[in-house]
Each structure stands twice: as C-alpha cells, then as structure tokens.
C-alpha cells in the first residue's frame, strides 16, 4: 500500500571494526525504553502502511533527536543532534561546548522529501566533545553529509537516548506558531543503532534472522 504522508525510515550507525547491531526495532511498540504521547499526539502499530513487512509505527503530532536529563539550572532535558524538516526540505544540527555554554551547527541536507514514499535515513557518528569528531548522513543511499574534525557533543558525561516521533515544538511546546490545518503523521520502521552503516542497512536484515524485540545492553 502507498501511504499518503510523509514516511522517513531513520537508522543510527557508528563507526566500528566489529560489526553488530545494539539495537533494533521493525516498528513495533516494544523495546523502546519509554513511550511519550503529549497534547493531541497518538502512538501506534500499523499493518496496512510499512516498509517491507507488517508493523510499522506510526506518530502523529507530537523526526528524531539525541536527548539528555541534565541537573544543571541552565537546561534539564537538552537535545543535541536532531533531525527535523521545514517544508520538504530535511536538517540536522550538532550541539557543543557545554549546558551552560552551547554552540549549535546547523546542516541543511539536499534531499527532496517526497510524500507517500519511505524513505531511509542513516547517520554516522563520532560523538566528541573535542574536534575529533564527524557526523555523516545517507539519504536513500546517497551520501548528503559529511563533517569531520568537528565538535559532535557537549562536554558533560550524561547517558544520551535516541527518541523519535513527530516533535510539534514550535507548535504546542514554544506556541511561537500556530500549526496548519490536517492531520501530520510520520510512520517508522527499520530502525537501528548498529556499529557500521552495512549492519544499519535494512538490506542486511533480509539477508540475516535477526530479534529485534530487546536492546541489547
């Protein structure tokens, strides 16, 4: 079935020489650490719009972001990289320097995003505080970023998570703007922290049986 909104599949790879995954998620509700719903979002399974094979998650109001709890009275949760959209155009950012001091790098990325289609987003990390590190995207298989000897964090030690979902900041949260009429959704699935971009790619998951129902510690 074609689905009718914007899909994007978001995957995470870092950079190692023993290839596995760390986590992985054919969208479904479990393994996930928490489920957050705020205002008038929604969160659930779907059979009838996925990648390959039935489910897919699907989000509405409420693309992804790397979060921490800070106990610093200049921030409590603080997101570092993120990927978000503006029109059909996609971005993502880093943050470095400190809580209290933070510097943020926006990339805007030279990709179409194209409604009713899936689409796969892959990202290459190297999370450093000093200038040793590089952040990297593929999108659709094309290779749309790639920064190195670059600051990809802040300079504190909190554990980061991943998170996705519709974030409506601007919206509901910052109610800077106000949001346009219908109904937004995004729907996931494929989704993977893997120590190379091959072990991410949802073309390896074909080729190996693989459980993504738990995160492996």
């Known amino acids: 079935m074609k689905p009718a909104a914007i899909f994007p599949v978001l995957l995470v790879a870092s950079s190692s020489a023993n290839a596995k995954k760390i986590f992985c998620n054919e ?10 719903v705020e205002h008038n979002g929604y969160l659930h399974e779907t059979t009838d719009v996925y ?3 039935p489910p897919a998650l699907v989000a509405g109001y409420n ?21 978000w959209m503006v029109g059909s155009q996609l971005f993502t950012r880093t943050k470095h320097g ?3 001091n933070q510097t943020i ?9 194209t409604a009713g289609d899936w689409h796969r987003v892959i990202i290459g990390a190297s ?9 990297k995207v593929w999108y659709d298989g094309k290779k749309v970023l790639d920064e190195q000897d670059i600051p990809t964090t802040v300079t504190e030690t909190e554990q980061f998570q991943f998170r996705i979902g519709l974030y409506a900041n601007g919206w509901y949260d910052d109610r800077t703007r106000q949001p346009p009429e219908g109904i937004y959704e995004v729907f996931y699935d494929k989704i993977a922290i893997a120590t190379t971009k091959d072990e991410a790619s949802p073309d390896t998951w074909k080729r190996k049986p693989i459980s993504c129902r738990r995160l492996t510690r």
């Open 105 to 113: 790098v926006e990339y805007p990325l030279d990709v179409d995003v």
């Open 27 to 36: 969208g479904t509700t479990e393994s996930w650490d928490l489920a957050q």
């Open 63 to 83: 693309i992804a972001q790397f979060i921490a709890p800070f106990d610093s009275s200049c921030d409590s949760y603080m997101p570092t990289t993120m990927m």
């Open 127 to 135: 999370w450093q505080a000093s200038t040793t590190g590089f952040l």
């Open 98 to 100: 400190s809580v209290c």
């Open 51 to 53: 990648f390959d094979r």
